[in-house]
Antibody, heavy 123, light 107 residues
């Protein structure tokens, strides 16, 4: 059974930094493409970014609002996905979900989701 | 970026009704369209991928259709557990944008 467990929730001041982790199990993590999606309180879903598997280049893509501030990385030896968030803004307050990107080569989709972790940016 | 627009934004229906939600992309995305269901306080759940393929374990009363720019999610006969918010998402290109959501409420 696929399990994704996020951690690192917190209350952070604007301009601060926070690193989220997502512990993965139940699948071959090193082969997986992984993504982060967030949801501000009472709002819809927003794709943040994705990292490909090392076999497929290990490259990352980001949404414009976070590009240059957020960094996604994978530790395949520990089966952990990370989201490093720097220069946080109030509008980054949200529940952050890690997801697997299933069928990445022919029908990409978020087929497994973690439970989410809350990040609050406030002075 | 590709914009995704869902309609309606909210919908009231009764148990047993057939409902259809529409999603329109700002440019052609072929069949690269996914549908998710989200219940309050829970993570989203994948229902349909590649426009019309049912994710494993999802009941057959859910179906998806369309290609290019116009897509539909249909629930053939609503059950109480289907009242939730539904999102479409394009996976044709990055950034992978979502629709704004359709909240399905009990009439």
């Amino acid at each position: 059974e696929v399990q994704l467990v996020e951690s690192g929730r917190g209350l952070i001041k604007p301009g601060g930094s926070l690193r989220l982790s997502c512990a993965a199990s139940g699948f071959i993590f090193s082969s997986a493409w992984m993504s982060w999606v967030r949801q501000a309180p009472g709002k819809g879903l927003e794709w943040i970014g994705r990292i490909k598997s090392k076999t497929d280049g290990g490259t990352t893509d980001y949404a414009a609002p976070v590009k240059g501030r957020f960094t996604i990385s994978k530790d395949d030896s520990k089966n952990i996905l990370y989201l490093q968030m720097n220069n946080l803004k109030i509008e980054d307050s949200a529940v952050y979900f890690c997801t697997t990107e299933g069928r990445p080569r022919y029908a990409p989709c978020h087929d497994n989701w973690g439970q989410g972790t809350l990040v609050t940016v406030s002075s | 970026d590709i914009q995704m627009t869902q309609s309606p934004s909210s919908l009231s229906a009764s148990v047993g009704d057939r409902v259809t939600i529409t999603c329109r992309a700002s440019q052609s995305i072929s069949f690269y369209l996914n549908w998710y269901q989200q219940k309050p306080g829970k993570a989203p759940k994948l229902l349909i991928f590649a426009a019309s393929s049912l994710q494993s374990g999802v009941p057959s009363r859910f179906s998806g259709g369309g290609s290019g720019t116009d897509f539909t999610l249909t629930i053939s006969s609503l059950l109480p557990e289907d009242f939730a918010t539904y999102y479409c998402q394009q996976s044709y290109s990055t950034p992978r944008t979502f629709g704004q959501g359709t909240k399905l409420e009990i009439k």
